[in-house]
């Protein structure tokens, strides 16, 4: 499919050059699922000229493709490179943003200048995983506050048009993946730890309150609105507490 798509795309030239930069890019990534890396490569890469082509060669589109090129240099066994491409998609949407020899996030400052912070976020949080395996627990730390510092400026700006799915599906396993490091050193991460519970306990009962919002407008009650809201809140409450005990057992080890 995607390979017709290319072709038809390739027959209106430059027409439709946005159209054959996909096309590229959905093939590339098709062939990194099928582990063909040198395949996808091409085509990613073949992505990336293009946008330049279509863009400049500064312009926080090529952000996506970067990304997308480090995903597959990490899946192939190459974090270092997949490092140094996700740096280029970071400095593709951050103006200024230096690296340095210990792996760095951009700062509140420049966050909030940044128009594409959904993107911004997946680029951090890929950030992480590449940084793994030779960062220090600290240093893994402290990206992830500066990945919890982006989040609360997504939530301020999007609170209105917020996704649950996104929350839910992108903001939380960051938590997730804090709180698991945390307790990798339970006895001196304990309020770090804490610190992240909260936080996706908070993003659980947004969520909530904004999925309650749309089923008053629907016309439910107010009455079964309060005690679905309050059942969740429970449950909330005892998933926090089971974590809880989990890490003072963890401290006590």
């Known amino acids: 499919y995607?390979?017709?798509?290319?072709?038809?795309?390739?027959?209106?030239?430059?027409?439709?050059?946005?159209?054959l930069s996909d096309n590229y890019t959905n093939i590339g990534l098709c062939y990194s699922e099928l582990k063909q890396f040198d395949e996808a490569k091409w085509y990613l890469e073949k992505a990336l000229d293009l946008s330049k082509s279509i863009y400049g060669t500064k312009h926080p589109e090529h952000a996506y493709h970067y990304d997308n090129l480090a995903g597959m240099y990490?899946?192939?066994?190459?974090?270092?490179?997949?490092?140094?491409?996700?740096?280029?998609?970071?400095?593709?949407?951050?103006?200024?943003?230096e690296d340095s020899e210990s792996p760095s996030?951009?700062?509140?400052?420049?966050?909030?200048?940044?128009?594409?912070?959904?993107?911004?976020?997946?680029?951090?949080?890929?950030?992480?995983?590449?940084?793994?395996?030779k960062a220090n627990n600290d240093e893994q730390l402290e990206g992830?506050?500066?990945?919890?510092?982006?989040?609360?400026?997504?939530?301020?700006?999007?609170?209105?048009?917020?996704?649950?799915?996104?929350?839910?599906?992108?903001?939380?396993?960051?938590?997730?993946?804090?709180?698991?490091?945390?307790?990798?050193?339970?006895t001196s991460k304990m309020n770090e730890a804490f610190y992240f519970l909260e936080k996706s306990k908070s993003v659980l009962l947004l969520e909530s309150l904004k999925e309650s919002d749309a089923r008053k407008f629907a016309g439910l009650s107010d009455d079964l609105l309060e005690r679905e809201a309050s059942l969740?809140?429970?449950i909330i409450d005892l998933e926090q507490s089971l974590f809880a005990l989990q890490l003072e057992a963890s401290a006590d080890s």
Not at 74 to 97: C, H, R, W
Not at 145 to 166: N, T, V
Not at 169 to 185: F, G, H, N, S, T
């Open 105 to 133: 996030f951009p700062m509140i400052e420049a966050q909030k200048i940044i128009g594409s912070k959904r993107l911004l976020l997946t680029l951090l949080s890929n950030r992480l995983t590449y940084i793994a395996p």
């Open 2 to 19: 995607y390979q017709r798509s290319m072709k038809l795309n390739q027959k209106l030239g430059s027409d439709n050059l946005d159209g």
């Open 74 to 97: 990490f899946d192939n066994g190459e974090p270092n490179l997949a490092l140094q491409t996700n740096t280029f998609g970071i400095k593709s949407l951050v103006p200024g943003f």
């Open 232 to 234: 969740k809140e429970n």
């Open 144 to 186: 992830f506050h500066k990945i919890d510092q982006l989040i609360d400026l997504m939530r301020k700006e999007q609170s209105a048009k917020g996704s649950k799915l996104f929350w839910t599906e992108e903001a939380l396993p960051i938590y997730e993946r804090a709180v698991a490091l945390c307790l990798k050193d339970p």
